[in-house]
């Protein structure tokens, strides 16, 4: 259903309308690209990835939502010097691990890297040995090739159930992909006068940075040692993404800590001349998730948190929650009831937490507040439709017999509620342009906020006929954008709670 965007005599018409609700399509670019640039393979996902995949998913599913061909691409850290240094550590310690799939469980592999991590930074011998391997696994060596293989795809395996529990639909094309591309990257830099010899690396002095000394700072392309980094990875995903997978808005959604790498990055690729003028190439940084403290968010041990751990614990917490309800309301629910709606309104939770705060700044972690039906969260958000779901089962309604109930506004919040709908298209259109999910979320927050004072104060069952079915219309529309606006966050409904 559409409203109408014209009122007369305080009227709205509801129509019959597609999808979108009234969002007006425009020229649409071929392709854009949305780079979630996610863990490093042979860690686990922490807590600080959860920022990059949620807000990476919805700037996606908006894009997609407004017609644009969207390639949502994992940009997976599955490459370089990490690798160098496991596979030296395991050759000593663990070499079944190289050749055997699933030799080790995921927490003994991430355990292996901390402590090859911990050679590297205080062993010369063992670094040195790790960068050899390193430039053995770039020039396709088949032992260290194989052992990387199976170490990729046995943190795969992890990521996987992590994405499958947030619904992220992902296309994997980690930094090794690039890998053949990346000679090119040189000669090219080379061919355009823009590389320069620096204490034996090859490098591209950037415009406008500068050390405390006032000298021009470099962006590494190729180490004095021949290997390759990040920034040579990044040039030639660039390369590729505009040349071959023509895409036209390429969208890199990493921490705010990047901001300097990608600006420099994007500087060089201009220079070199590979990106065209309707070519759009944007950083989208995020702030840190903290603890109560106001701090980093971390385990007792100082570890970092782990996203599955996190997850798992809002799940507990909504089923707790939910429990709790069920024993003060005496309502007895199937256990199939139980572990849906505890599963969805968890999950549902963190999403949204993270999703209502502005990005580019960090934010407080709490489970309480998350999961508060009070307030700009998701399950306020998602009681708002239970509860126009509920008059539809109390009153025995099938919206979709409505047809084009004309919807007559004659009390204050009736209007209130109708407008706010009508604002839909405009807050989508701001979030396509500027790619700030909050904008959403305050929206979906003011509609749930406008629709319990209507719901509260406005009966609808309980009306006269042609005052009753304009309000259950009003209801109608009101759950389709709110499961709309929730899709669009990555965020299911349910019918009760």
Same mark, same amino acid.
């Given at each position: 259903m559409r409203l109408k965007t014209a009122y007369v005599e305080q009227q709205i018409n509801i129509m019959q309308a597609d999808s979108r609700l009234g969002v007006p399509l425009t020229n649409k670019p071929q392709l854009e690209i949305v780079d979630f640039s996610s863990p490093n393979i042979a860690k686990e996902m922490h807590v600080g990835h959860l920022r990059s995949t949620i807000i990476g998913d919805c700037i996606a599913r908006v894009l997609e939502f407004r017609g644009h061909n969207v390639l949502r691409l994992n940009h997976v850290g599955d490459w370089g010097t990490q690798f160098g240094m496991l596979i030296t550590y395991l050759r000593e310690k663990y070499p079944e691990a190289l050749t055997t799939e699933n030799a080790l469980d995921i927490g003994d592999l991430v355990s292996f890297y901390k402590k090859a991590k911990q050679r590297f930074d205080t062993d010369e011998d063992f670094q040195?040995?790790?960068?050899?391997?390193? &430039?053995?696994?770039?020039?396709?060596?088949?032992?260290?090739?194989?052992?990387?293989?199976?170490?990729?795809?046995? *943190?795969? $395996?992890?990521?996987?159930?992590?994405? +499958?529990? &947030?619904?992220?639909? &992902?296309?994997?094309?980690?930094?090794?992909?690039?890998? *053949?591309?990346?000679?090119?990257?040189?000669? %090219?830099? @080379?061919? *355009?006068?823009? #590389?320069? #010899?620096?204490?034996?690396?090859?490098?591209?002095?950037?415009?406008?940075?500068?050390?405390?000394?006032?000298?021009?700072?470099?962006? !590494?392309? =190729?180490?004095?040692?021949?290997?390759? +980094?990040?920034?040579?990875?990044?040039?030639?995903?660039?390369?590729?993404?505009? $040349? #071959?997978?023509?895409?036209k808005?390429?969208? /890199?959604?990493?921490?705010?800590? $990047?901001? +300097?790498?990608?600006?420099?990055?994007? =500087?060089?690729?201009?220079?070199?001349?590979?990106?065209?003028? %309707?070519? @759009?190439?944007?950083?989208?940084?995020?702030?840190?998730v903290l603890g109560k403290d106001g701090k980093k968010l971390k385990t007792r041990s100082g570890d970092t948190v782990r996203l599955r751990d996190l997850i798992d614990e809002a799940v507990n917490h909504a089923r707790e929650d939910l429990d709790a309800r069920l024993k003060e309301e005496q309502r007895e629910e199937s256990a199939e009831f139980v572990i849906n709606v505890s599963l969805v309104v968890g999950i549902s939770a963190v999403k949204y937490a993270d999703l209502s705060?502005?990005?580019? *700044?960090? /934010?407080?972690?709490?489970?309480?507040?998350?999961?508060?039906?009070?307030?700009?969260?998701?399950? /306020?958000?998602?009681?708002?439709?239970?509860?126009?779901?509920? !008059?539809?089962?109390?009153?025995? !309604?099938?919206?979709?017999?409505?047809?084009?109930?004309?919807? !007559?506004?004659?009390?204050?919040? @009736?209007?209130? #509620?109708?407008?706010?709908? &009508?604002?839909?298209?405009?807050?989508? +259109?701001?979030?396509?342009?500027?790619?700030?999910?909050?904008?959403?979320? %305050?929206?979906? /927050?003011?509609?749930?906020?406008?629709f319990n004072k209507f719901y509260e104060n406005c009966p609808v069952l309980k009306s006269e006929a042609t005052i009753r079915n304009s309000r259950l219309a009003l209801c109608d529309v009101t759950a389709r954008v709110l499961k709309l606006g929730l899709s669009l966050l990555g965020i299911p409904v349910l019918e009760r709670m």
């Open positions: 040195k040995s790790a960068r050899h391997e390193v &430039l053995k696994l770039q020039a396709g060596e088949k032992n260290t090739n194989h052992a990387w293989k199976l170490l990729c795809e046995q *943190s795969r $395996q992890e990521f996987k159930v992590i994405y +499958n529990l &947030l619904d992220i639909q &992902l296309q994997e094309r980690g930094e090794s992909f690039y890998n *053949s591309f990346l000679p090119a990257v040189v000669l %090219d830099l @080379e061919a *355009s006068q823009l #590389l320069e #010899l620096n204490q034996g690396a090859n490098v591209v002095f950037l415009e406008g940075f500068t050390n405390r000394q006032g000298e021009p700072l470099p962006l !590494i392309i =190729q180490k004095s040692d021949g290997g390759y +980094n990040y920034a040579t990875t990044d040039l030639a995903a660039v390369r590729y993404r505009i $040349q #071959l997978d023509k895409a808005r390429i969208i /890199y959604v990493t921490d705010s800590g $990047q901001a +300097n790498h990608f600006a420099g990055v994007f =500087q060089v690729a201009r220079r070199a001349g590979w990106v065209p003028d %309707d070519v @759009e190439l944007v950083h989208v940084p995020f702030g840190l705060q502005n990005r580019t *700044s960090s /934010y407080k972690f709490s489970f309480d507040n998350m999961l508060s039906l009070k307030g700009n969260t998701a399950p /306020y958000m998602l009681y708002a439709y239970v509860r126009i779901r509920g !008059i539809a089962r109390s009153g025995k !309604i099938n919206f979709t017999q409505l047809g084009d109930t004309k919807i !007559i506004l004659k009390e204050d919040l @009736e209007l209130a #509620l109708a407008k706010h709908l &009508l604002q839909l298209g405009e807050v989508i +259109n701001v979030v396509e342009t500027e790619l700030l999910p909050h904008r959403l979320c %305050d929206y979906l /927050y003011q509609l749930s906020d406008k």
